[in-house]
Structures are given as C-alpha cells and as structure tokens.
C-alpha cells in the first residue's frame, strides 16, 4: 500500500506558466482533497472532492482548478502560474467525507513560482 | 478571520517530561477535532482526534482534552521521547456537511531536549 502519492516533489514554474499537480490514493478512499501550506499559515484547503464526480470549491480557489479524474485520482492544475502560488502542495484523502474519519496526507509537492 | 488558531509558534521541553499543546477555535459548528504531527520534507500524519460529544480521547502517550465551553482543545504527550520533535496540527471540522473540509491552526513546533 503506497497511500497517498504525489507527483512532482518539486517543480519551478516561470510566471505564466501552467502545470498540473497529480496525485492518486491507493486506499478506495471515497474523498480527496487539495491543501496549500504556507509559512505562518498552517494548511489551507484549495478544492476537495467529496465523491468521484463531484468537486467542490475550498478556502482559497482562485487560481486553480481541479479534476476528479476517477475513484482514484485528483488533478490540481495552475492555468497561469503567479508568484502567489509559489507553496507546498499537500493531496490527501479520507474514507468518506461528513463523518468521524481521519485524511491522510501524501508527500507533497513544492513549488516555486519565479 | 483565523478560526481554529494555535497561539505558541514553537515549544521546547525537556525529554521525559510533559509536552502541553494547545488550540483555540472561534466556530461554535465545528464537531470533530484532530492533531496532525508534520516531519520537514513529509505531509501531517493523523495523530489522535476527539468528537464533541467526548471531553477527553488518550491513545497511548497521547491524551486530547476538549473544553467546548471554552472553545479550547490541547494535546498532552507524556512522557516526551526525542522522536516527538516535530511541528503539531490542531484542525477541526464540522461533520454532515458532505465533505470533511478541514481548518488548521498555524502549527507549533515542538522541540524535545535531551
């Protein structure tokens, strides 16, 4: 079981730029979910999807968006990269959302926006 | 509006003795409540979590105490092993909302001293 796992671990992006985030969860959780985690900020949460076929915007959307690719699989793509967005990216998942369960969290990505 | 902080940046405690972290949070609606331990370079591991119907879940070294009148949860870890260094999450939801979007607090880094 690999759990949660998250492509790249690091990239650099150039203003402008797009790139999509990949993650996938090997665990036939019903929920996955995008965080960002800035210094000071603890982690925030982006878009999440509660089942396959839905998603739902989080606390700070703007900027990205997402795709619910199948049961296993949670894209997060930056259409046009800025500064702003320069983070650690955190995907995880949960069994299913709206009850008592934990997320688990994969590896994370780090990106930089110059 | 920071509606689940963590007002101690960092804590250093000597090991053996106890660790005492502590969360705040504004939002009345929030019923379940979670403690993450974050490693550099990894994504948050789940910890331990507490419901609103419980004042107090131990597991192991780790005991969580809610106090719902006074919005305030902390994390107890006794006795500290050096292991335990690490950065701790407090986050809560608010369940039957058809996903678990969780609010983080801002972290506290925990330093164990030999």
């Known amino acids: 079981n690999a759990g949660v796992t998250q492509t790249p671990k690091f990239q650099v992006l150039k203003t402008g730029q797009s790139m999509t985030l990949q993650c996938a969860q090997d665990?036939?959780?019903?929920?996955m979910y995008w965080y960002r985690q800035d210094p000071g900020m603890g982690l925030r949460l982006i878009y999440y999807?509660?089942?396959?076929?839905?998603?739902d915007k989080g606390e700070v959307p703007n900027g990205y968006n997402v795709s619910r690719l199948n049961k296993r699989e949670f894209s997060l793509r930056l259409e046009s990269a800025a500064p702003s967005q320069t983070s650690v990216y955190f995907c995880?998942?949960?069994?299913?959302?709206?009850?008592?369960?934990?997320?688990?969290f994969g590896p994370g990505t780090r990106l930089t926006v110059l | 509006d920071q509606q689940v902080k963590q007002n101690s940046p960092s804590l250093s405690v000597q090991e053996g003795r106890i660790s005492i972290l502590n969360c705040d949070y504004t939002?009345?609606?929030?019923?379940?409540f979670l403690w993450y331990k974050k490693y550099p370079a990894e994504g948050p591991t789940f910890l331990i979590s507490?419901?609103?119907?419980?004042d107090k879940n131990e597991d192991g070294r780790f005991t969580v105490f809610l106090n719902k009148s006074a919005k305030h949860l902390s994390l107890h870890i006794v006795p500290s092993q050096p292991g335990d260094s690490a950065v701790y999450f407090c986050?809560?939801?608010?369940?039957?909302?058809?996903?678990?979007?969780?609010?983080f607090g801002q972290g506290t880094r925990l330093t164990i001293n030999p």
């Open positions: 995880a998942s949960s069994e299913q959302g709206g009850s008592y369960n934990e997320q688990f």
């Open positions: 665990m036939n959780h019903n929920s």
């Open positions: 999807s509660a089942s396959e076929g839905t998603t």
């Open positions: 939002n009345s609606m929030f019923d379940y």
């Open positions: 507490i419901s609103s119907i419980k």
């Open positions: 986050a809560a939801s608010e369940t039957g909302q058809g996903a678990q979007k969780l609010v």
